[in-house]
C-alpha cells in the first residue's frame, strides 16, 4: 500500500500537465468539432476519466522506481527504466482514448500511424515534462533532508563541544573560591561573610548560565561586578576595575563566563600589590566589539599556566560563529577583543 500515495506535487502535475495534455489530445483527435457542445462536454469526461486513471497508474510506477531504486546516486538509472515505462504507459492512455472516441462515435477516422503520431508525440512531451517535474522535486526533497540532517549533526557536535568547554569551568573556578574564602575566615571573619555572599550571588549566576550557550552583555557586567567584588575584597586596593560599556550594546550576546575568565586571567599572570595596582578595563568600541584590558605587570617567579582560559574562549567563539578573538601584548597592555553577537542572528540558540 505505500506505492499508492499521491503528494500534493502529484496532484499539481495532474493539473498543470496532464489535464492540458489531454485537452491537446482532444483537439489533436476531434478536431475544431471538439468544442461544439455537447461534445466539449462528453469528450472532456470520457478523456478526465482515462487520464486520471493513466496518471495514476504513473505515480504507483513511479513511487516503485522510487523505493525500490532509491537516492539521488541513482537516478540515471532510475530514469533510464522509468522512461520506457512512461512511454508504453502514454501509449496505452493514447489507444485508450482513440478506441473510446471511436466506440462512442465522437470520431470515425480509422486507428493509422498517421492519424495517431500526433497523440503518441504528445505523449512524449508530456513524459518528459513529467519525468523532469518528480525527478527535480526528488532531488530537491533529498537534499533539502541531507542538508537538514547535517544542520542538525553540526548543532549536536556544536553543543557537545560547548558542554565540553564549559566543563572546563566550574572546577578550577571552585577550587580558587575556596582557597580565598579559607583564608578570608582566618584572618578576617567580617570579610569572609561577605566574600561568601557574593560567592553565592556568583555561583548562582554560574549555574545558571551554564543552561545557555550564550547570555546577553548586561548579565555578563552585573556578574563581572560580583565577581570583581570577591577579588577586591582578597586584593583590596591592590586592583581596580572600570566599565564603560554602550547601552546599545548591553543586550548583545556572547559566551558565559566570559568576563569571569578574563579577569581571572589577569590576577594569575600578574602583580597585585597597593603600591602598583593591577588595573583592568572592560569597555566597548563600534560596531560591536568588547574589550578587556589589563595592565601588564607580570610576576617574577613562574606562573604554572596551561592556557585552558584563553583558549576556552577562542573555542567558544570558533564553534559559534568562526569569530575571531584578537589578543595584543605590547608588553605594557595586555588586551582582548571579543566580537558581541546579535541576538537576532543566532535565535537558534537558547539564551
Request: charged letters at 15%; glycine letters at 4%; zero cysteines.
Amino acid at each position: 500500500m505505500k506505492y499508492i500515495a499521491f503528494t500534493k506535487e502529484d496532484i499539481l502535475v495532474l493539473f498543470i500537465i496532464v489535464f492540458p495534455y489531454l485537452f491537446v489530445v482532444n483537439y489533436l483527435l476531434l478536431g475544431t468539432g471538439y468544442f461544439h457542445f455537447p461534445l466539449l462536454a462528453s469528450a472532456s469526461l470520457v478523456s478526465i476519466a482515462i487520464g486520471t486513471a493513466s496518471w495514476a497508474t504513473h505515480i504507483i510506477a513511479a513511487n516503485i522506481m522510487r523505493y525500490t531504486i532509491a537516492g539521488y546516486s541513482n537516478t540515471v538509472k532510475r530514469v533510464s527504466i522509468q522512461f520506457p515505462i512512461y512511454v508504453m504507459l502514454s501509449l496505452l492512455l493514447g489507444l485508450s482514448l482513440f478506441g473510446a472516441f471511436r466506440v462512442l462515435g465522437f470520431i470515425a477516422i480509422p486507428l493509422t500511424w498517421a492519424n495517431f503520431r500526433p497523440v503518441f508525440i504528445a505523449g512524449i512531451i508530456l513524459n518528459v515534462a513529467a519525468t523532469s517535474f518528480h525527478e527535480g522535486l526528488y532531488a530537491f526533497d533529498k537534499w533539502k533532508a541531507a542538508m537538514l540532517e547535517t544542520e542538525q549533526l553540526k548543532k549536536n557536535y556544536l553543543q557537545s563541544q560547548l558542554e565540553g568547554l564549559k566543563s572546563q569551568v566550574n572546577p578550577h573556578f571552585l577550587f580558587n573560591s575556596l582557597n580565598s574564602l579559607s583564608a578570608l575566615i582566618y584572618t578576617n571573619p567580617e570579610k569572609a561573610g561577605d566574600f561568601l555572599d557574593e560567592m553565592s550571588k556568583v555561583y548562582r549566576y554560574l549555574l545558571r548560565s551554564n543552561e545557555r550557550w550564550l547570555i546577553p552583555l548586561r548579565a555578563e557586567i552585573n556578574f563581572a561586578h560580583s565577581f570583581f567584588h570577591m577579588l577586591k575584597t582578597r586584593y583590596e586596593d591592590g586592583i581596580q576595575l572600570t566599565i564603560d560599556v554602550q547601552e546599545q550594546l548591553m543586550e548583545y550576546v556572547l559566551p558565559p563566563l566570559t568576563l569571569q575568565m578574563l579577569l581571572e586571567n589577569a590576577v594569575k599572570h600578574n602583580v597585585i600589590s597597593r603600591e602598583s595596582p593591577l588595573k583592568i578595563e572592560i569597555t566597548t568600541t563600534s560596531p560591536d566589539l568588547l574589550v578587556v584590558s589589563n595592565n601588564i605587570q607580570k610576576k617574577t617567579t613562574a606562573v604554572l599556566s596551561n592556557g585552558i582560559g584563553l583558549q576556552n574562549i577562542m573555542s567558544k567563539y570558533q564553534l559559534l560563529n568562526n569569530s575571531v578573538v584578537e589578543i595584543d601584548d605590547d608588553g605594557q597592555q595586555f588586551v582582548v577583543k571579543l566580537p558581541l553577537l546579535n541576538p537576532q542572528n543566532h535565535e537558534y540558540i537558547s539564551y
